[in-house]
Every structure is written in structure tokens, then in C-alpha cells.
């Protein structure tokens, strides 16, 4: 009986496989590169898994392998790391406890299931997604009270987010197990569930490790279902929301709800294929202001590690830990975006260097961590804690606690919002603290002292920012306007004081002489404080005198005044003048420059980074300026291993000159270019920039007497008028040296400036000529010239979604040119709720660009729209076309019974309901009545409490609550996933007294 039981299950195993392999191919590689710089732009190409010295390895679905075979790489096809062994399978819990086997899918479930249901004060399971192919991604909550929120660090681990690195999978688990069965006994486990919230997620990618089938983890893959790899799909600090290009995936957009529901002080992330703990960033060279603390922090995870192994366990690198960048940079990664955005402090830790490790080592393995992962959330005990909490109510205040001097991108950490409390790790020192929260006013503790493993406690309480509006320009919608218009704008102003701004007028002039105001008044509505904006009533009008050059700048002024004797004054700028671009250049080739290298090294590279070998200057920019995803620039010496700094001793001055750009017919003419310039000053070394009038080069700007060091890119607009207008042999260039006996950084430019050129097509003329040739009087020489076209196609013919209300879409269109020349394209829409950016795009041949389309159903009502991106391009084929949209914009799910911010069910919105909050948070009280079912998040939401529209009831509710009572914040929000069936508009009715 047995025997054919297991016959099934076989038939059932290989016919899974059959369809899984169907829909996601891998390909393992390896490749050799010449410089790391290559790095840089493979690793948005392909996934990259590890370097050694200069081999490569990596990852690619088949879309990004058919690219890759393209760049001209000798590569190896390597086995896939899963399938080099039949790893054991446990399918009982029983077997499962052993812990030197892999548990089938169904078993690792329902194991996650008993630990809840074995340790109800200790454990509770929570599922906070699905994956693509609907597995379940659950993470194990552990504390003492585990019902109950604390003032307690929340420290979280994940493991498994690469499916085929299943090491830390399997030891997380255990870890799991371990503390849960050692709390009460063990003095150690027992202090970490009493003082801290522990969530621990074994597999963050179920599709990709079970892609074999739901009972085997053989032939697990590095990818999630989709063929994305998870651990490149989260937003990145330096390249944006897509940094794969991809939409967000299921398990990404899970991950990413669940931190916003919490506060995580540290965690780490567990990956296998090497041994070494990985520190941020990953996306940038810059160091993270917390560099000192991050190297210590890893170095004790290795020292514990390499302690409980054998000699040369947890060694890589740099005696098993190292920078992200340093080892080889990855953009969209977990790491930094909780690094960045989430105030959390997350490291990657590689635990084995087998991927998939054989499972009867999976016990050596735990040895070698369990101390390590212990100790790694026992420094949340250390540096600088406290409770941030109001001063009037004594309720917690959600603000961010900023070490000045000391944090650098985004380096900041929050409170804990449902409790007040914060956690600010760092290296042993002395700091000043500011403390800063929407409403209050701003607090800065001085002198606070940090001590080696200890805590020091700073509790604060914010004042609430006095009930006084404070008015200003925030934007105005005259858009283009030329000499000679007459304009109609409307004028909206922002609010950023404490108080309501009520009966608000505001008064429009000017002591320009090229401009008449016609209408200068106009009254707004209630301004609501802390950031609310309102715009004018009626539209301002004033006329541009046709005297008026272009390119000119208006300075306006607003009088503003409101109710109880407000009054202020705010200034804004207007542009006069229309432009055409005449030349750009994004360097993404030569477009004729000459003057490159030479004792200058002025070169058309691409833009690395990094501070150099020595310490001249600050960073050189590790991106370009333009939207073009080529990413080079002109500048000098953008090598980062030769020092990223311009020479010593250069004898004379050095330039690179622009190709000649015919004026002829235009006049008005503007020059614009970012510059990102670190140069000392003049007594030792020079920069120049110069134009031809036609006859002489005239200098518009040469380095002053002091030292300039930029650390980013900047705008710099020049009126060329006197020197370009009219005139057919403009040219620019710009020059370096002399230089002395000491370097300094590197001076870099993109210049945007552009010429007309002629369409794509075929031309011929000739040149006649008279000569006193007895035999040849006359003549001519015919000439014929064609000119290469480009030639475009689009990724995506059409777009079409569905979205709910207030809810938008992201869509990326990849723009190629597949003919001979350079492709130029702008894109334009009548559709407001079509979103992207217009261009001017230059692609060259063979190359593409990313068109990143937002569709915005915000101000749509439920209903079909159909609208359309317009282009206009220079393939002769193509000269304009559009890109057909349609959107089918979806009303939100029926919501329940109830009125927002009633917490207490008694139909008003009053004082009440913030003490029905309190004492039901504080323990002795009852819950609120009404409640609905959150689909979204799978659990009761007490939605009437839920007064800031996060799905969640908690404190930080009722302090928003008292916080519109006093009028700082404007409405309560309700959880958009269960609206409420009656309008919120009732309880504003009922609203008090402010
Ligand atoms: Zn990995």
C-alpha cells in the first residue's frame, strides 16, 4: 500500500515540474569582465550573484540573457545550483525536528501554524501576502505579551529571498522553534522575548524555492514566479521607484506593506552562494553616516560565527565582512531600501557557499549562527532610546529624531508611533539630538553621550506649534507665457503655520516696468495649517509690454492677508520667453568634440563615482544629469581607481571644444549645463569656459579665488545673445590648467544646447564653377548626401489597466531605435491623468530608453476613459503617432457602517472618543463597537478608530484624533479598503469647537 502511495506522489512531482519550467527559465553564468567599472551597468542588465576578482557570476531570465549575448561577453554556462543534489525532504513534523532535512511546503506551513497555536502568549503567526503563484509569505511574531504593544524595540529577520539559497530558510525556522521552546528556561531567550517584539520570516520567495513542486526543493530557483529577482525589485535611494524596470512584484508590495505597518529598529536579510556579512549601501560608494557602527556590528557577527566553526567559516571579503559597493554595487535591493526609507538598520548575510546546502550539514550550519543570531538583536539594546510624547496630552508623537552633524542620506530614525518610543544605535560618542513632528515645535538635546554597550535614555516632550497661520507662494498655472500676452493665472498658497488661515485675500503686483497688472485681487478658501494649500478664487491677469525680452525674469509680489489682522508678504519669479533648443548634448556619444585626453584627460565616459585614491575634493557623481540611461558625461579623469582627481604640474591650458553649431537663424539664444566642479582656487589651479563670437573666445566663467568642491549637479544658465545670435560658427569649449604641485577632485560637465540639423533623407545639389579653361568655361560638380534615419518601435503598442479609485499605475514603454541614425522624440497628452515626462529623448542607433507612464485614477470617478500618448519624432517613417491608453478606473469595495473618528459608536465625533481610545489602549477599557473586515490585510479593522487611514487602529490614531480637534490636522481618514457607507461628511458636522 505504501509503495504505490509513493508512485503518485512521483507522477504528481514530475507533471508540476513540467508546467513550473514552462513559465520560468533561469540561466546561471559566469563571465569574465577587465574593469569593475563594467559593474556598474551590467548589474541593471543581469543578476548578479557574486564577483571574485574579475569573474563574474550571475542570473538571467531569458529576456535578460538574449540582452546580455548581445554585449559581446565570452560566458559559461554553469548547472543550476539546485540541481546538483536530491536533497532529503522531511513531510512530518517529526522529521522536520531532526533539522537536517528541507520541509516540504504543506509542512512548513502548518508548522508555522503549530508554534501559534503550541505558544499562544508567545507566538503569533501572521500571513502578510501571497506569492505570484498564491503561497503564503507568513512571518512569526515573538515577545512576551505578544498581544500587547510595548515599548519594546521591534527587530525582525527574513531569510530565503532568493529561492534557491535555502540555508537560512531551514535555520531560521529552527530559530524560531529554539526561542519559543527556551523562553522561561533560558536566561538569555527569556530577557529577548521580555524586552523586545521579535518577527522572524523564513522564506520571503515560497514560489521560487518550491519551483520544483510543493514537495521538493530541488530545482528551487533564484527568482520569484515572474522571473524577477526579488532582492532588485524594491525601490532604490539613487535610481527611484523601478530600478529593474519591473513592477513591483506580490512578495515585493507585501514586504513593503508590512514595514509601513511597523517600526523596525534592525534586521538582517539571509542569502547563501558566499560567507560574509554585507553592510550598506549597495547602490552608491558613499559611506552610511553609521559606516564606523555598521563595520562593528558585522565584525562581531563574523567573530561569533567564526568562533562556533571550523577554521574558514565566515572568512570572505574581508575576514567575512565587507561594504555592498566595495564588493559590487546592486540597485533595488531590500538592504538599502530599509536602510533608507524605513529608519531601519538592515545588513545581507550570505551563510553558506553552497546554495543549496546537503541537508544532514544543515545542523553545523545552526551551530556555527545561533550565537551570532542572538547577539545581532542585542544591539537594539544599545545607544540612545526614550519616549517622544506630547507635552499638553502625553499621547506618542510620530517624529523623527535627526543626529545633527552626523546624519547623511537619510540616516534619520522615527518613532514608534503607537507608543512614542525610538531607538537610535550608534557609535560611542557625544551627539546633539533635534527632534522634529509635523505640528510640534522642534526640540534639540545637546551633549547627549553614547557609551560602548549601554543605553542612554533621552525622553522628550513637544510643544504643539502656536494656532497662527503663516501664508505663502506655493505655485502659480500661467505655464508659457511670451512679450506681448495677456495672462490669466491662478495663484495657490500653502499654509505652513499652526493655525487655520480663514476669509484669506491676497493682493498681486509688480514695479516692472514691461508688466501691467490688470487684475490684482483675488480671496481663497479656508487654508487649512500645517502644509494645507488653497488657490485664488478668480484668476490674476496682467499684460507683457512687447518690449519685453525674452528670457526675462518678473519678480511678483503677493500682499496676503487673513482673518484676525494675518498679514504678510511672499515674492515669486516668472519667465518670459519661449524657447526652441537648438543643440543637446548628453554625451551619450561624441557628437564631435575634439581636445580628448592629453595631460587634461578630458573625457566622454561614463559618470562611477567614488571618492578617489586620495583626498582631494568630495565624490564625483556616480550618475549623470540627463534622463537617458546611457549615463555618461565629459570630464576629467572619470576613472575612480586612478584617484578620480585632474593632474598635477599640467604646463598650460588644455580644452575640449564642442562641434561648430550654426546660429545663423536665431537670436535670444541661452546656453544651460549642469556642472558638477571641485577646483581650488585660482592662486594654484584653473577652469575655464569660453564661446566663439566669430572672431575671439570669450571667457563666461574662469574658477574665483576661492576653492569651489560641489557635491552635485548644478544648473548653470547663460544669456549667450551677444555671442551666439545670428552667428553660424558658435562654438564652445572648456578649458583646465595650469594646475600645480597638488590635485584636487575632477570637474565634470553636461552641456545642453542643441542645433537643428537636417531631416533624414536623400539630398543632392553641386557646386558650379567658372574657370578661364579654354575647354572647361563651366561647370559643376554634383554632390549628393543621405542623411542616416532612425527608425522607432515601442515595447508596448497600447496600454491598458484597471485601477480602483484613488489608486495609481505605473507602466514602463522601452523606446527603440533600430535604424542608422539618431533618433530624437518628445511625447506630449491632452490627458491629465496620463503622467510622464515629455522628453526631448535622444537615442542613438541600437539603443533604447525608458518611457515611465503613470496612470492617475485620483480625480477619476468610476468609469471607461480611453485617451493617448502623442509623439513626434524624426524617423521619416514614424514623424508622429500615438500610443493609445485605457483605463477602466474601478469603485472601491462596499464599505461598512460607520462614521470615521466615532470611535466610541455614539454617532458624534467629540472629545469622548479620544478617552474611549485611550482607556481601551491602556487596558480597561472595552473595544470599539463598530468593526469591519479588512480584505487587504486579512483581519478585523476597528475602522471607525482608524482616524489616519492606515488600516490600522492604534495610538497613533487617537493622537491624530486630538490633533484635529485642535485643528491641525484638516478631515480624518478612513482605511481606503473599507470605506465607510456613511460619508465622513457626517461626523465633520458634528465636529467641535476647535
Ligand atoms: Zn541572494
Known sequence: MRRLLVIITIAMLISLIAVAYAQTNQ???????????????????????????????????DKQFDYFKTLGYDYTILPSPSSLISPRMADSREAILEWDSYPTYGEYVSMMQRFESDYPGLCIIENIGYSVEGREILFAKLSANVNIEENEPEVMY?????????????????????????????????????????????????????????NTVEDAIRFNANGVDLNRNFPDPDEGPHPDGNDWQPETIAMMNFFNRHSFVISANFHGGAEVVNYPWDTWPQRHADDAWFIQISREYADSAQTNSPPGYMTDLNNGITNGWDWYTIAGGRQDYLNFWKGCREVTIELSHIKLLPPEQLPDYWDYNRAAFLTYWEQAYYGIKGLVTDASTGLPIAATISVIDHDIDSSEVYTDPDVGDYHRMIEPGTYDLRFTSPGYIPLTVYGVTAIFRNATVVD?????????????????????????????????????????????????????????????????????????????????????????????????????????????????????????TIFADDFSFNQGWIGLGGPAEWTIGVATGGQGSDSHGGPDPALDHSPSDDNQVLGNDLNPESGGDYNSNISTTYWVTSPIIDCTDYTGVIMTYYRWLGV???????????????????????????????????????????????????????????????????????????????????????INFTSNDPDTPTGSIPISLHVLAPSISFSLDAITDSLYEDSLSVHDITIYNSGEGILFITFS?????????????????????????????????????????????????????????????????????????????????????????VRYFKGPGSAPPDSCWNDSNGSWLYSAGDANGNCHFTGSDVTFLVAYFKGHNPEIFWCPQTPPAQPAISSRNNKLKR
Open 27 to 61: 540561466v546561471y553564468f559566469k563571465f569574465e569582465i577587465s574593469s569593475r567599472q563594467e559593474l556598474v551597468s551590467l548589474t541593471r542588465i543581469i543578476s548578479i550573484d557574486n564577483v571574485k576578482d574579475k569573474t563574474v557570476y550571475a542570473y538571467a531570465n
Open 158 to 214: 527574513s531569510s530565503t529571498m532568493h529561492g534557491d539559497e535555502t540555508t537560512g530558510y531551514v535555520l531560521m525556522l529552527r530559530l524560531i522553534d529554539y526561542l519559543l521552546s527556551n523562553y522561561g528556561t533560558d536566561p538569555q531567550i527569556t530577557n529577548i522575548l521580555d524586552s523586545m517584539e521579535v518577527w522572524i520570516n523564513p522564506l520571503a520567495n515560497p514560489d521560487g524555492t518550491y519551483h520544483g513542486g510543493d
Open 460 to 580: 522628550v516632550q513637544l510643544q504643539p506649534v502656536p494656532d497662527e497661520p503663516m501664508l505663502e507662494f506655493y505655485a502659480h498655472d500661467a505655464g508659457v507665457v511670451n512679450a506681448g500676452d495677456t495672462v490669466s493665472m491662478s495663484i495657490t498658497l500653502i499654509n505652513n503655520g499652526g493655525g487655520n488661515a480663514y476669509d484669506v485675500n491676497a493682493t498681486l503686483s509688480t514695479s516692472d516696468s514691461f508688466i501691467d497688472v490688470l487684475q490684482p485681487n483675488s480671496t481663497y478658501p479656508t487654508i487649512i495649517a500645517l502644509g494645507g494649500t488653497g488657490t485664488s478664487y478668480t484668476d490674476y491677469q496682467f499684460a507683457i509690454s512687447s518690449d519685453c525680452p525674452d528670457y526675462y525674469l518678473v519678480d511678483f509680489q503677493l500682499d496676503i492677508t487673513a482673518s484676525g489682522g494675518y498679514s504678510d508678504t511672499s515674492h515669486f519669479d516668472l519667465l518670459v520667453g519661449d524657447r526652441v
Open 680 to 766: 581650488e582656487r585660482n592662486q594654484y589651479d584653473h577652469a575655464y569656459l569660453q564661446a566663439f563670437n566669430g572672431n575671439n573666445w570669450v571667457t563666461l566663467f574662469e574658477n574665483p579665488s576661492t576653492t569651489i568642491d560641489e557635491s552635485s549637479w548644478n544648473e548653470k544658465i547663460f544669456d549667450l545673445s551677444s555671442i551666439a545670435d545670428e552667428n553660424p560658427d558658435f562654438q564652445i569649449r572648456f578649458g583646465l590648467g595650469t594646475t600645480d604641485g597638488s590635485p584636487r577632485d575632477s570637474v565634470i560637465f553636461q552641456v545642453t544646447l542643441n542645433t537643428d540639423s537636417l531631416p533624414p533623407g536623400d539630398y543632392s545639389s553641386s
Open 829 to 917: 497628452s491632452e490627458y491629465s491623468w496620463i503622467g510622464f515626462d515629455g522628453g526631448p529623448y535622444y537615442i542613438t542607433p541600437a539603443d533604447s530608453a525608458i518611457l515611465q507612464v503613470t496612470l492617475d485614477a485620483t480625480d477619476l470617478s468610476p468609469d471607461d476613459y480611453s485617451g493617448s500618448i502623442d509623439f513626434d519624432s524624426n524617423d521619416p517613417d514614424s514623424l508622429s503617432g500615438n500610443i493609445p491608453v485605457t483605463l477602466t478606473v474601478m469603485p472601491l469595495s462596499p464599505g461598512c457602517d460607520y462614521v470615521p473618528g466615532d470611535i466610541n459608536g455614539d454617532g458624534d465625533v467629540i472629545g469622548n472618543d479620544v478617552t474611549f481610545g
